[in-house]
């Protein structure tokens, strides 16, 4: 079921394309290098938590 938004709390999955190479590992292989926060570009305030589950 897709979403147009998340609110505190709630648990998502997404595809992210981006400008530059992201170099992240398998969260379930190394949590410390596979999970990453995201920051707001324009407020600096972090919008979200994420884990990477697979590259393709």
Known sequence: E????LGL????RVS??????LFV???ARN???GG???ID???????GAAMATGQQ
């Open 2 to 5: 897709s979403a147009t938004a």
């Open 9 to 12: 709390n709630e648990i998502g």
């Open 16 to 21: 992210l394309r981006t400008t530059q190479p």
């Open 25 to 27: 590992d398998d969260y």
């Open 31 to 33: 949590r410390m290098t």
């Open 36 to 38: 990453f926060i995201l």
């Open 41 to 47: 570009e324009a407020t600096g305030g972090t919008v």
